[in-house]
C-alpha cells in the first residue's frame, strides 16, 4: 500500500473510530452498559490504528507525523485505561482516560499547526478546521472526565457527550480534507 492510500485507509479507521466511540458515549441513545463499552473500546482501537497508520503513510517526519503518533499514543492510554478498570479501580481507569484524551488533544493541535505549511492547497482548509474540532472535542472530554472524577454530575456528562461529537465532525472533515490532499498529491505525482 503507497503512503498516500495509508493515509487516506488511517484517517477513514480513525473517522469510522470516532463516530463509533460518540455514539456509545451518548446516553440519549439508551444503549445497555456493555454495549455502550464496547463500542467506545472499539472505536478506540480503530482511532489508534487509524493514527498510527496514518502516520507510517507521512514518510518522513513533519509535526503531523508526530501529532498522529501521539494521537495514537493518546487513544492506546485510552484503551489501556478501559481495559484494567476493573481490576485497577475507577479512578486508575478515569485518569488513564483523562491522560489519552488530553495526549489525543495534543496530537491534534501538533499536527494542526503542519498544515500551515503544507504546500498542497487542496483539502488544507478541512484538515485545519477537522484537526482544530478534534483537539477541542478531546480537551472538552478530558474536562468531563476530571469533573466526573472530583465531583459526579450529570453537566460533565454532557460536556463528554458534546466533545465526543465535536471530535467525530473533527474527524469526517479530516477525512475529507485528507482525501482531496491525497488526491492532489497523487495528480501532481502523474503529471511530472
Not at 33 to 41: M, P, S, T
Not at 80 to 87: E, H, K, P, Q, S
Amino acid at each position: 500500500m503507497n503512503n498516500q492510500w495509508k493515509e487516506i485507509v488511517g484517517y477513514s479507521l480513525s473517522a469510522i473510530g470516532t463516530m463509533q466511540a460518540a455514539i456509545g458515549n451518548t446516553p440519549q441513545f439508551h444503549l445497555n452498559k456493555n454495549l455502550g463499552y464496547q463500542l467506545r473500546l472499539v472505536g478506540n482501537v480503530l482511532q489508534a490504528l487509524g493514527s498510527a497508520l496514518s502516520a507510517d503513510g507521512q514518510g518522513m517526519d513533519s509535526f503531523e507525523k508526530i501529532g498522529d503518533e501521539i494521537q495514537a499514543t493518546g487513544n492506546s492510554t485510552v484503551i489501556t485505561g478501559m481495559l484494567v478498570g476493573d481490576a485497577w479501580g475507577e479512578k486508575i481507569e478515569q485518569k488513564l482516560m483523562i491522560t489519552g484524551l488530553w495526549m489525543q488533544a495534543l496530537g491534534s493541535f501538533v499536527g494542526l499547526s503542519d498544515e500551515f505549511f503544507d504546500r498542497t492547497e487542496d483539502g488544507r482548509l478541512e484538515n485545519i478546521s477537522g484537526s482544530l474540532l478534534q483537539g477541542i472535542g478531546n480537551s472538552l472530554q478530558a474536562i468531563s472526565g476530571i469533573q466526573s472524577l472530583n465531583e459526579n454530575n450529570s453537566e460533565s456528562d454532557l460536556v463528554g457527550v458534546a466533545g465526543s461529537w465535536i471530535q467525530a465532525t473533527g474527524s469526517v472533515l479530516s477525512l475529507i480534507g485528507q482525501i482531496q490532499e491525497e488526491s492532489e498529491e497523487i495528480h501532481l505525482n502523474i503529471n511530472e
